[in-house]
């Protein structure tokens, strides 16, 4: 049974008429976990700093909803309350670890309303959006872990597996009213054999069904037979003199290597992806046989199996009269399984390394040179990784962040809309820097494609789309001066902070070899790419704003006219 206000406010948006009309003080709606059992509605103003939230659970028992850090419980900001029979209970809650949270010195969440009915608890709450209390998560512009959990009575007890965890952008949350077509390409493996290996890359080079015109795809919906062994999968579309199917070892496969421009990407912990309403990835309308290669990166240490893992590409025709655009996905950050070795020394609890995007060098590929508008992102390390930064750079000044992580959890990685859109122009920069841990660690990692080996990838979402498929770099390791720094991974030394700044500094400050790929194979490079100084993160201040118009979000507390302007918003977006 789904949240039925959820569902009333779901009606509403796509035209059903009810005799309830929704809160237009509450405009968005995300499930939070797959069976539609959990619900928030929320809204924000901005001029007051403050958030409104309805919790909406299909339980009569109590209910806990939170923010995270990493997806877990330890260092949670959380409220657990209910209806009894002699009335509401509710409290903001901190927790320090898998174990029952502590009551929070200062109680910074206020209770609206709390009723129960139908088999549903709903409780309305608000709080401000910037918080000074310590024991307290403050919400901002980027992507953020939300946890829930619930029981089935009102003795607040251990959760027994009702919880989960769910990425959202509160303060820049784009969503489909509806699905508008339910037609689908299936691009996924055929019962492959999954041998017990702990990195294994399957890949399949097929032709999708035939679309005589050009349609947009608009969800992207992953299928995961095995979540234990799919380790990340991404769609390419081939070059034209790719003719021919494969399914296989990706090593074995020469003509594939060509295949690398970005349709569509997954990885752990990911979920559906939806594109606004005026933009999509093309497809359809080639004058040609276009191939497409599906990659699954398995981790099987168990037994043997067998797997048709891959994704539904959900896509519509172009509605005319209505400007839409096409949208690209760029895979920014170092060289995947270069050459060039890269080693990150062991037993070292924060290490950092860069990759570069220079757009000069990428669009020499182009005969057009046009602004690209970066609208989400995705990012991608292994198991090491700890933090992801992207660092926007125009005229050799840092201009932004365009994304960061600063609590990177390899089993939650989520494609996630930006505050705002970010407008990339010839010559900007993108850097890409990623931190790893690798205290639990005695042996040296190695940057390249094994499940313990590392990765620091930024992939991002930008639209009009342009025929470049990635722009990276990865330093020149051959350079004498690293060589020298080779004592590090002999035999088991002891490396001191100082040592492993200086190994860092020198991996930033050698040229970097820079490389970028256009759809038909052609490469741009140079070996002469600079690693520039990213800023660090300004904290977070609890004085207010001096113009509340300078956040990167819009107010969306809104009174009746406001909720007309949201659904024209809707229609055109």
């Not at 995300?30 to 700093?49: A, P, R, S, T």
């Not at 950092?352 to 020499?364: A, D, V």
Request: hydrophobic letters at 35%.
């Amino acid at each position: 049974m789904r949240s039925l206000l959820c569902c009333l406010f779901y009606l509403f948006l796509v035209g059903t008429k009810r005799s309830e009309a929704p809160d237009p003080n509450l405009p968005f709606m995300l499930y939070l976990d797959q069976n539609e059992l959990v619900c928030i509605k929320w809204g924000f103003d901005e001029l007051h700093e403050n958030i409104t939230i309805l919790l909406v659970v299909n339980t009569t028992g109590w209910v806990g909803l939170g923010f995270s850090p990493n997806g877990g419980m330890q260092g949670s900001d959380i409220i657990m309350g209910g209806v009894r029979s002699d009335g509401s209970y509710f409290k903001d809650y901190y927790a320090t670890g898998n174990s029952m949270p502590l009551e929070d010195t200062h109680q910074s969440y206020t209770l609206l309303d709390a009723t129960e009915s139908d088999g549903q608890t709903k409780l309305r709450f608000k709080r401000s959006i910037i918080s000074c209390d310590t024991q307290d998560f403050s919400i901002t512009a980027q992507s953020i872990k939300v946890i829930y959990a619930y029981g089935t009575t009102d003795s607040i007890s251990y959760h027994q597996g009702l919880r989960g965890t769910k990425d959202v952008n509160l303060l820049n949350f784009r969503r489909r009213a509806s699905l508008n077509s339910d037609k689908y390409l299936s691009a996924t493996m055929d019962k492959v054999p999954v041998p017990v290996l702990e990195t294994y890359y399957h890949c399949r080079i097929m032709k999708l069904p035939a679309l005589n015109t050009k349609h947009h795809i608009y969800l992207i919906k992953p299928v995961i037979e095995h979540p234990d062994i799919v380790h990340h999968q991404l769609l390419y579309r081939c070059p034209a003199f790719v003719t021919e199917p494969y399914d296989g070892d990706c090593s074995k496969s020469k003509i594939g290597a060509a295949c690398f421009y970005v349709v569509a990407a997954w990885a752990v912990g990911g979920e559906d992806f939806e594109l606004a309403e005026n933009m999509g990835i093309p497809v359809g309308g080639e004058t040609r046989d276009v191939f497409y290669r599906l990659e699954i990166h398995y981790n099987n240490v168990k037994t043997d199996t067998i797997d048709s893992s891959g994704m539904r590409l959900y896509y519509h025709p172009l509605s005319s009269g209505v400007q839409q655009y096409d949208v690209g996905i760029l895979a920014t950050g170092l060289i995947p399984g270069f050459s060039l070795p890269y080693k990150i020394p062991p037993k070292v609890e924060r290490f950092r390394t860069f990759g570069l995007c220079n757009t000069s060098q990428m669009f020499e590929l182009l005969d057009t040179q046009p602004d690209l508008n970066v609208f989400a992102v995705a990012l991608h390390t292994h198991y090491a990784g700890r933090e992801i930064k992207v660092g926007h750079f125009r005229n050799g000044k840092m201009t932004e962040f365009m994304a960061m992580d600063k609590n990177y959890n390899f089993e939650l990685q989520q494609a996630f809309n930006l505050g705002s859109v970010k407008t990339i122009k010839k010559g900007d920069e993108i850097l890409v820097e990623c931190v790893y841990s690798t205290a639990n660690r005695t042996k040296v990692t190695k940057q390249g494609l094994g499940s313990y080996d590392e990765m620091c990838l930024a992939f991002l979402f930008y639209y009009p789309a342009i025929e470049i498929s990635s722009c990276l770099s990865h330093p020149n390791t051959n350079n004498p001066l690293i060589s020298e720094s080779n004592w590090m991974f002999e035999g088991n030394p002891t490396l001191t902070q100082d040592d492993i700044n200086k190994y860092e500094t020198l991996l930033m400050t050698v040229p970097q070899f820079q490389q970028s790929l256009n759809a038909n194979f052609n490469v741009s490079f140079n070996e002469d790419g600079k690693i520039r100084t990213m800023r660090e993160i300004a904290p977070v201040t609890c004085d207010p704003p001096p113009n509340a118009s300078s956040r990167p979000a819009t107010s969306w507390i809104l009174n009746t006219a406001g909720m007309i302007l949201l659904l024209l918003w809707t229609v055109i977006m």
